[in-house]
């Protein structure tokens, strides 16, 4: 295959059934289920692959600095505090079934010439006096200092090259940032092949030319701060420019990440997602309704028992009195347990109402 030659080991590109993200893995390995939606395995791609957005290999990858026994770690924390969890959430569970995964990211540089203007504000100080009434001691005068900001309109030319500007090569980009938080860019290292044996690679499902749309933003983001170094000012506003881009350059970069997940009430998968570089945690953590209402049950149960017992002994305390005090309170005890049935299932509906946690 021509896509071994580039990888520059044997592999071959497969996808997800489900979800339609496409892999690359090392040739002979047996398929893993899809990291993203754990629902399906991963199917090899047949027939032409040119259709796919970009097959090329990355780059550059970042390394995963958090150890596999520092994820375990992350992993207990995530399974743990949980009332009436299900029983396919626990840390064993998870760290068996945890999948190194790379995901894409575009960078770009190009050269900008540009006319621009915007309003570039200048902080200054303002001395004022207030009168205010004091318990006491009556009316008192209090110098008071406040920071404002004088505008002044600027125009100017721009002529500069921007590295390394961030531009997703996925769709779900946006999504996955918020939930494990932005990478430091600041320890690439060149791709080798030996990151497939430990690995499963995501390829992109935008192009260059589709990722621009999000990059052109950043441009004018750091052309701005830098009109605003220039100008010696403390703030920019209504920021505009006219830029001509030329020289781009595209480097695809991969991002670490652990993938895990556990099975909920309804048999659904539920991902566990690790960031392989600074170890934030996300998933939906959700108690069992089903274990709850397990637990109640077993509460219901031993509340009858006590109070089938509290019942005989009450019958046997008509001949000996002192028995009705025992059966008293076995019976306050069985409507105890009883009530306190209710228990398990308020926890765990209160705990699957609470939103989505990062770890």
Known sequence: MSESAEWRTEVHVTFCPQCDWHYVIPMGRVTPR?????????????GNTAQLPYLRPPEFVMPFTVTKTTADKHIEAFASDIPSAPRDLNPETLRSRVQQLYLPMWLVDSDVAATWEAEVGFDYDVVSHQERYRDGSGWATQQVQETRIRWEPRVGQLKRRYDNVVAPAMEQHAALEKALGAYALDNAQPYTANILTRA??????????????????????????????????????????????????????????????????????????????????????????????RTAMILVAIAAVLFLLSLAVGVAGLAAPPLLLVAGFGGLLALCVGLGAIIPIVRAWRFNRKPVEVL
């Open 34 to 46: 899809c990291p993203r939606c754990f629902l399906a395995n991963l199917e090899p791609v047949m």
């Open 200 to 293: 499963l690679v995501c390829l992109p499902d935008r192009a260059p030319d589709a990722a621009w749309a999000d990059a052109a933003p950043a441009f004018q983001v750091a052309a701005g701060e830098e009109c605003r170094q220039a100008a010696s000012a403390n703030h920019i506003r209504q920021f505009r420019w006219s830029p001509t881009y030329s020289g781009q350059h595209w480097t695809l970069l991969l991002l670490p990440l652990y993938a895990a997940y556990y099975l909920d009430d309804e048999n659904q998968p539920r991902p566990v997602l690790i960031n392989g570089q600074s170890g934030r945690v996300y998933g939906v953590r959700r108690a069992s309704m089903q274990q709850a209402q």
